[in-house]
């Protein structure tokens, strides 16, 4: 069974910076997306950025030119560094593996991202 762990949220100000890492316990097949999505409360999830085995990467209008995913298939980690933020960015962020070839869909447990003064 495979377990993605994460890490790296918390109180931002306004403008400020966070890196979210998400590291997957367990085998991950090497055909794969990695992505991060997230929940406001009350609101619907939605994805943020996902990054594809081979480095083909999409974004979200609201984040494209702030937020960054990366991906190290070495050590099953892909990582989201959040700059500008903003307090619409507040959210728990999530975590997702989803299989290509072989299929399988994993989430994290989720982490809280603040933004506030």
């Known amino acids: 069974q495979v377990q993605l762990v994460e890490s790296g949220g918390g109180l931002v100000q306004p403008g400020g910076s966070l890196r979210l890492s998400c590291a997957a316990s367990?085998?991950?097949?090497?055909?794969?997306?990695m992505g991060w999505y997230r929940q406001a409360p009350g609101k619907q999830r939605e994805l943020v950025a996902e990054i594809i085995s081979g480095g083909s990467t999409n974004y979200a209008d609201s984040v494209k030119g702030r937020f960054t995913i990366s991906r190290d298939n070495a050590k099953n980690t892909v990582y989201l560094q959040m700059n500008s933020l903003k307090p619409e960015d507040t959210a728990v962020y999530y975590c997702?593996?989803?299989?290509?070839?072989?299929?399988?869909?994993?989430w994290g447990q989720g982490t809280q991202v603040t933004v506030s003064s």
């Open positions: 367990g085998r991950i097949f090497s055909t794969n997306i």
């Open positions: 997702r593996a989803r299989g290509l070839a072989i299929a399988y869909n994993y």
